[in-house]
T-cell receptor
Framework: QQQVKQSPQSLIVQKGGISIINCAYE??????FPWYQQFPGKGPALLIA?????SEKKEGRFTISFNKSAKQFSLHIMDSQPGDSATYFC???????????FGQGTRLTINP | DAGITQSPRHKVTETGTPVTLRCHQT?????MYWYRQDPGHGLRLIHY???????DKGEVSDGYSVSRSKTEDFLLTLESATSSQTSVYFC????????????FGPGTRLLVL
C-alpha cells in the first residue's frame, strides 16, 4: 500500500523561529509532492509543491527540501508568524494515478 | 474555495439512518473526490470520480457509496450510518490538464449518535 508518513503530529514554534515538518514515503513511483495548508473550519489549500528532479523549492518564507535517495521531503517555514498557525499536510502523487496520497497532518502553532 | 460547495455543512444523525452528502462544483473539472478527515489519520480517500458515471474506490470505501450523474455533482451516501463514520468530510476537484492539484470544498461535519 502506498503510504506517506508525516511527523511530528503537532508542533509549537515561537514567532520568528523556523518550523520544520517532515514526510517520508515508501513507493518510488511518486512524481509530485505537494504541501497543503488548512486553517480551522476550512478545506485544505495547496501551499507549495515539488517534483523529484529538484532538491529544493522556495516560495517566500516556505521551502520544500527533497531527498530522493532517502525518500524524504520536508517543509521549512522561515520567520514563522502567528498567521502560519494551521494544519499542514504533505502528499504524494502516484505516477499515472488520478489521486493523491496524504500524510497524517501536522498541527502547527506559532506563539506570539 | 474554488467554486465548490458542500451541503449540508453540519449534520447530526442517528446510527442506522441513511445520509447523503452533496458536493457541487461550478468549475467543470473532470475529477471529483470524497475524503474524510480524522485526527491522527489525516485525509483518507473514500471514493473518487473520473467522469460522469465513472467512479472508483479509495482506501476507506467500506460503508460508503457514491454517484455522479452530472459533471457538477458528486454525492456520497452512507447507507446505514455508524458512529465510526463521525468525521469531517471534504470534497475535492481537479482538472484533466492538472490532475495533481486538488481544490477542496469547505467540508461537512457529520456526527453519528
Amino acid at each position: 500500500q502506498q503510504q506517506v508518513k508525516q511527523s511530528p503530529q503537532s508542533l509549537i514554534v515561537q514567532k520568528g523561529g523556523i518550523s520544520i515538518i517532515n514526510c517520508a514515503y515508501e513507493n518510488t513511483a511518486f512524481d509530485y509532492f505537494p504541501w497543503y495548508q488548512q486553517f480551522p473550519g476550512k478545506g485544505p489549500a495547496l501551499l507549495i509543491a515539488i517534483r523529484p528532479d529538484v532538491s529544493e523549492k522556495k516560495e517566500g518564507r516556505f521551502t520544500i527540501s527533497f531527498n530522493k535517495s532517502a525518500k524524504q521531503f520536508s517543509l521549512h517555514i522561515m520567520d514563522s508568524q502567528p498567521g502560519d498557525s494551521a494544519t499542514y499536510f504533505c502528499a504524494a502523487h502516484p505516477q499515472g494515478a488520478q489521486k493523491l496520497v496524504f500524510g497524517q497532518g501536522t498541527r502547527l502553532t506559532i506563539n506570539p | 474555495d474554488a467554486g465548490i460547495t458542500q451541503s449540508p455543512r453540519h449534520k447530526v444523525t442517528e446510527t442506522g439512518t441513511p445520509v447523503t452528502l452533496r458536493c457541487h462544483q461550478t468549475e467543470n473539472h473532470r475529477y471529483m473526490y470524497w475524503y474524510r478527515q480524522d485526527p491522527g489519520h489525516g485525509l483518507r480517500l473514500i471514493h473518487y470520480s473520473y467522469g460522469v458515471k465513472d467512479t472508483d474506490k479509495g482506501e476507506v470505501s467500506d460503508g460508503y457509496s457514491v454517484s455522479r450523474s452530472k459533471t457538477e455533482d458528486f454525492l456520497l451516501t452512507l447507507e446505514s450510518a455508524t458512529s465510526s463514520q463521525t468525521s469531517v468530510y471534504f470534497c475535492a476537484i481537479s482538472q484533466l490538464a492538472d490532475q495533481e492539484t486538488q481544490y477542496f470544498g469547505p467540508g461537512t461535519r457529520l456526527l453519528v449518535l
